[in-house]
């Protein structure tokens, strides 16, 4: 059971802040385009990408907001709305980290959480704020056991 899993059994509250990190590849790029079928040129195409001018072809941005999902679903959130400043490029070989922070919860497991993805430079590349219900006392049973 990761630590994650293990503090949502626990409970969570506001101030809980948890963090992932990934490195992201172009086959990252790649697959992610087949499944949302999101073939913007600045994804695939060098001269496209330079024409934008980006120092080359960059990951999508919902590929890498998609970290948010990695800690949502080990905490068995439930969303209900998710908001995305893109800040800066992800470019293949990047590796971003996650910082997801409970903001508010309140008696009846609605909560409110801050994301902040940043690069190995320090370099913040994408804000979210995020609304949805946490695990009750029965789903955190359940959790428990696997």
């Known amino acids: ?23 992201f590849a172009e086959s990252d790029t790649l697959a992610f385009g087949e499944i949302s ?8 195409d060098e001269r496209f990408a330079a024409a934008k001018d ?3 072809k960059i990951c999508h941005g919902l590929l890498v907001g998609g970290m948010i999902t990695e800690v949502g679903g080990q ?7 998710m ?11 990047d590796t971003i980290t996650c910082e997801f922070t409970v903001t508010d919860a309140d008696e009846r ?16 590349v994408i804000e979210a704020w995020l609304t ?9 049973a359940i959790l428990a056991q696997n």
């Open 75 to 81: 905490i068995g959130w439930l969303a209900s709305g």
């Open 132 to 140: 949805g219900i946490l695990p009750g006392a029965a789903e955190r």
């Open 1 to 23: 059971m990761t630590h994650i899993r293990k503090q949502t059994v626990l409970g969570l509250r506001a101030g809980d802040v948890f963090r992932v990190t990934r490195t």
């Open 54 to 56: 980006f120092r080359g």
């Open 83 to 93: 908001n995305f400043r893109f800040r800066r490029p992800v470019y293949f070989g």
């Open 37 to 44: 079928r999101d073939m913007n040129p600045v994804h695939y």
């Open 109 to 124: 497991n609605r909560a409110k959480a801050e994301a902040v993805l940043s690069n190995q430079h320090g370099e913040i």
